[in-house]
């Protein structure tokens, strides 16, 4: 019996010891980081994750990267998000849709749709995606996201370039046409201020990775739509297997 307590001892030292000096261990990298200050945040410090990007895309079997859906509202960007979204599911590949709409409830719900509040409500965005980007997720953004300044600094976000923006290039009269939200009709009334399009610019990107548009002045499918951006994503190989 006392032999088996000596060696109990034993183990709990052992153990004890080990503790310590993991605790001394991460005190001795914490005292190593560099104290930053970013915007109104000081005295702060990046905290590395011992599981990396790359580990995440290996045990997801995919490649994270932002697939930003940017266009008028009508122009099919919900559509397309949603197309995609279930085309990468039945492939198993992992995605998130960030709805511009959607994020209005929650995280955005404090901003209007001044300018200053528009480039406020990409910029989170933009933050978020990076994140779901990161975590080895095919995130997918759907925004109307009127301002290229905006949507170059969320492309600027991502460190490996892993942003695809996806222009849904429809004419007004189309999407007005369909309306399905009434909002051009409010626009149209003046009930509605600063909408894009109306009263309110739309800037088109000038190097998009894929432009969706009518042919022959037909719309293409939900199907087709999201066909065209899995080809993109496969030859690129965010779908590959790592």
Request: overall charge neutral; aromatic content about 8%; charged content about 25%.
């Amino acid at each position: 019996m006392s032999s088996l307590l000596d060696h109990g001892n034993s183990f709990s030292e052992v153990a004890v010891t080990n503790s310590v000096f993991a605790c001394l261990h991460r005190e001795s990298k914490t005292a190593q980081l560099k104290m930053s200050t970013v915007g109104n945040s000081t005295n702060i410090f990046w905290q590395e994750s011992p599981v990396g990007k790359l580990e995440r895309q290996k045990l997801l079997n995919q490649k994270g990267c932002v697939v930003w859906i940017t266009g008028l509202s009508g122009s099919g960007k919900s559509t397309l998000a949603c197309s995609l979204s279930r085309e990468l599911y039945t492939r198993g590949k992992l995605s998130y849709i960030l709805d511009g709409d959607n994020l209005r409830h929650g995280l955005n719900k404090d901003l209007g749709f001044k300018a200053d509040d528009r480039t406020e409500n990409i910029r989170r965005v933009g933050e978020v995606a990076k994140l779901f980007a990161d975590a080895g997720l095919i995130c997918i953004a759907s925004l109307i996201s009127p301002y290229r300044k905006d949507r170059d600094a969320c492309r600027a976000m991502l460190p490996d370039a892993n942003f695809v923006e996806v222009f849904m290039n429809m004419p007004l009269e189309l999407c007005e046409a369909r309306d399905s939200k009434g909002l051009y009709k409010l626009a149209r009334a003046g009930k509605i201020k600063g909408f894009t399009g109306i009263d309110d610019p739309y800037e088109p990107p000038l190097k998009c990775e894929i432009e969706i548009q009518q042919k022959d002045g037909d719309c293409p499918t939900p199907g087709a739509m999201a066909g065209e951006v899995v080809s993109y994503l496969e030859e690129k190989g965010y779908l590959q297997d790592h």
